[in-house]
């Protein structure tokens, strides 16, 4: 019956009511003085205020109920007459409180929802709202959404070793924090162009191979930090996306694309293999025919292709892809968080044990990889062919 009332339904036998006139208020002349001017005053600011809601609209009813009139005293209304027995349930249960204390309640109701209003209306510019501590990601949380945006724009979004920490480290700070859901996305152009093949180049003192076991341990816990993220986890790919940021695009609960999002695993041409778990996922989702395609011989997928083989959720067109995508997420984030976790847990958690293990056998394969003639001369191709041209 809750969910059958509207804000429009409620809103308006609750606020024409509070028009009454002020000298039809029957309190004490010293109470009268003390806090009749109060209460006009937070009736003339209660119609200022945002749509507070059905719940402390029916507080309101009934304090103000209260307030004028004293302990309800018309009959109840008949079982299918939802709205005014919900008024009325409000109003009955405040049972004999003094006419006085409800004036006050009322005005500390409304004065508590004044004040939450005012601060919540002053949005503050997304530096102000940023997370300290990322140089390389941008991170932020509102509207029970946490987004954290890679932000490399000049390189296309590539993650080198600190972003890959960063990531990390947000990802285990919004598993604690109170947003209901949280994002994976990318700032200017590119979503992501995956490993920042200059990470390559960094070779410890203790050598190429040391390099190669550091890496797999790094690309280990970055992909069980997805396989364990307990909330929802949506990617907004706002651009192509290349290698890893594919990969672990099978990890994530929805994927929204814009159409000028392409998807990009070209691992062999890198004498590499998959990761992200895909070697799993995607066949999965795709069937092994087309994600062989993809994992093999680096097809490349439109994001309408990639909707109809099922990595994507939904494609936008760019031009509205922002404003359609965060309207949808801001409605999401309403959902009842506990909700959302246990779903998502329900949905996951069999898989956990397999995607870890999986995990840890493509990166022991890939570290072997990252040692081999393949991968080293793809890599120095990458590297030097602006020297070259
Ligand atoms: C430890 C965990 C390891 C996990 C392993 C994961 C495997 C993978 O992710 S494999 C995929 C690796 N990525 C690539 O192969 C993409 C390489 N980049 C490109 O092919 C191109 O840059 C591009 C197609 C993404 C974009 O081309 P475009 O011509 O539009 O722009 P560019 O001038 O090339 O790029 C601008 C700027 O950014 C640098 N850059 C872009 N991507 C990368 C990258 N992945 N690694 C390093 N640097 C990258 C590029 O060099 C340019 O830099 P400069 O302006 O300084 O020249």
């Known amino acids: 019956a809750r969910l059958a009332y509207s804000a429009e339904q409620i809103s308006v036998p609750v606020c024409s009511s509070l028009q009454v006139p002020a000298l039809q208020l029957h309190v004490s002349k010293t109470a009268m003085r003390a806090s009749q001017k109060d209460f006009e005053s937070a009736l003339s600011q209660v119609k200022l205020l945002k749509d507070p809601g059905n719940e402390v609209k029916l507080k309101l009813y009934a304090l103000y109920k209260q307030a004028t009139e004293g302990p309800c005293n018309t009959p109840k209304p008949g079982v299918f007459d939802l709205i005014n027995k919900a008024?009325?349930?409000a109003w009955n249960a405040l049972?004999?409180?003094?006419?006085?204390?409800?004036?006050?309640?009322?005005?500390?109701?409304?004065?508590?929802?004044?004040s939450s209003s005012d601060s919540s209306s002053q949005v503050k510019p997304e530096a102000d709202r940023k997370q300290p501590g990322y140089e390389t990601l941008v991170v932020t949380s509102e509207d029970s959404i946490t987004k954290i945006m890679m932000n490399r724009p000049a390189k296309k979004n590539a993650?080198?070793?600190?972003?890959?920490?960063?990531?990390?480290l947000a990802l285990k700070a919004a598993s604690k924090d109170d947003s209901a859901i949280t994002v994976l996305t990318g700032n200017g152009d590119y979503y992501s162009?995956?490993?920042?093949?200059?990470?390559?180049?960094d070779i410890p003192p203790e050598g190429i191979e040391e390099k190669a076991k550091s890496g797999a341990i790094l690309l280990r816990d970055f992909v069980d930090c997805f396989i364990d993220f307990p909330k929802p986890l949506i990617a907004v790919v706002n651009g192509p996306a290349v290698g890893i940021s594919v990969t672990i695009l099978g990890l994530f609960d929805t994927v929204y694309a814009s159409n000028r999002a392409t998807f990009h695993t070209p691992f062999s041409h890198l004498g590499q293999s998959p990761e992200g778990c895909s070697s799993y996922t995607f066949p999965k989702i795709m069937g092994p025919a087309k994600a062989a395609e993809m994992l093999i011989f680096g097809k490349k997928l439109t994001a309408a292709e990639a909707c109809a083989q099922g990595l994507v959720t939904e494609v936008f067109p760019d031009s509205t892809f922002q404003k359609e995508v965060w309207t949808r997420l801001k409605a999401y984030s309403k959902l009842p968080p506990n909700a959302m976790r246990i779903s998502k847990q329900v949905i996951r958690n069999r898989e956990k044990e397999k995607l870890h293990a999986i995990n840890a056998e493509e990166s022991r394969v890939l570290q072997e990889r990252w040692l081999s003639d393949e991968c080293t001369n793809a890599v120095m191709n990458f590297l030097t062919r602006k020297a070259k041209l």
């Open 87 to 89: 008024k009325w349930d």
């Open 95 to 114: 049972g004999s409180l003094p006419k006085e204390t409800a004036r006050q309640n009322y005005v500390d109701l409304v004065s508590g929802l004044s």
């Open 159 to 168: 993650m080198t070793t600190q972003m890959y920490n960063e990531i990390m």
């Open 193 to 201: 162009s995956g490993n920042d093949l200059s990470n390559f180049t």
